[in-house]
């Protein structure tokens, strides 16, 4: 029995360590988000809602950012030069 409970200890382990680690997205810093509202306010934007960090770029992402006249964009961000690398007009 205890054989068994020590091969079975092993196997989880081992499937724990062969399973990718999901990083998290996480929301910017104090200073990145005055570097993210700077970006998004030169580039013609007034609000936007969520802001966060996507590790599967990574890149900024923002949701429902809005221009003046009202348009609504999902946006993609260079995490570095703070650029808007992919603009999708919401419907």
């Known amino acids: 029995m205890k054989k068994l409970i020590a091969i079975g200890v092993v196997a989880v382990a081992t499937l724990g360590l062969a399973m990718p ?7 910017p810093t104090a200073a990145e988000r005055t570097q993210l509202e700077q970006a998004l306010q030169a580039a013609g934007f007034v609000s936007w809602e969520e802001v966060e960090l996507d590790d599967d770029g990574p890149y900024w992402d923002v949701d429902d950012a809005r221009t003046e006249n009202g ?3 999902d946006l993609k961000l260079n995490p570095v030069t703070m650029q808007i690398i992919e603009r999708d007009l919401e419907s």
Do not use: S
């Open 21 to 27: 680690a999901f990083a998290e997205d996480r929301p």
């Open 71 to 73: 348009q609504r964009y």
